[in-house]
């Protein structure tokens, strides 16, 4: 079924929806994005989304196309249109077109472009058994704070997983890991504290992680936020990542070694219940 999508001011068939070929997101990867998650037909944590996004294009002295009510409105508009009760909306900001050169062009128009994705997310079975990861060399840029379209690198890491058999790889830079391919990094130590990377330009400032944390810290857990390395990850209790497109998943394997006893453990189990439960309650 063809879905409705949004391009530029108008909603089309996404067969008819068109992109200038000059346009420096297919050129440059010039452009940031966001994914919103959808439960229930309304969208999670968007309050959180719409402000990265105006960081990411302050970062990269990039105009926004419409204001933050307007960006509102086409999300809703897309899930009303497609009927969406349970997935992802996916919007990308572009410079715009203009002839090839690598100063930023002075006039042009940015791009918006947004369109649904239909995905089970409160019932996976990535979630019920556990993902299993690999380490990796993080070879991405040194601004993975803006979160710009330019995912080659993180697609090769995915890659490397894939063909050796497990579901995802967590990046690692200078002896620690930074953070999944498209999701954030944890651990849980023996005395149930809660370690992920500290915020920095060396990871993306995740909208789920900052929901997560300060979930946490609600229920009484400790949490820690500071670099980690592979090898304390296999030593520790429990694993698990978080994302808009997986919410808090747990990771119950890395470089073949099972973390604690190789399931699900029940923090992450705690967490992705509370996270889905608030979500619920607060998506708009
Ligand atoms: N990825 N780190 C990276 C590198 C990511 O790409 C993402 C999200 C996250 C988690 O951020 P958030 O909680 O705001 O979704 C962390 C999205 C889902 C994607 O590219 O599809």
Known sequence: MSRTVYVNGAYVAEEDAKISIFDRGFLMADGVYEVTSVLDGKLVDFPGHIARLGRSLNELDMDAPVDDAELETIHRELVARNDLDEGMIYMQVTRGAADRD???????????????????????????????????????????????????????????????GKDDAWMVEDGFVTEGTSNNAYIVLQDGT???????????????????????????????????????????????????????CPVVEIDGISIGAGEPGPVAKRLREIYIDESRKQAI
């Open 102 to 164: 690598f100063t930023y062009p002075e006039n042009a128009r940015p791009s918006l472009v947004l369109f649904t994705q239909e995905k089970p997310l409160a019932e996976t079975q990535a979630a019920k058994d556990g993902i299993r990861v690999i380490s990796v060399e993080d070879i991405r840029w040194g601004r993975r704070d803006i979160k710009t379209v330019q995912l080659l690198a993180p697609s090769m890491c995915k890659m490397m997983a894939k063909k050796a």
């Open 194 to 248: 809660i370690v992920t990377r500290n915020l920095s330009n060396a990871i993306l400032h995740g909208i789920t992680r900052e929901a997560v944390l300060r979930f946490a810290r609600e229920a009484q857990i400790k949490v820690v936020e500071r670099p980690f390395t592979v090898e304390e990850a296999k030593g520790a209790a429990e694993a698990f990542i978080t994302a808009a497109s997986t919410f808090v």
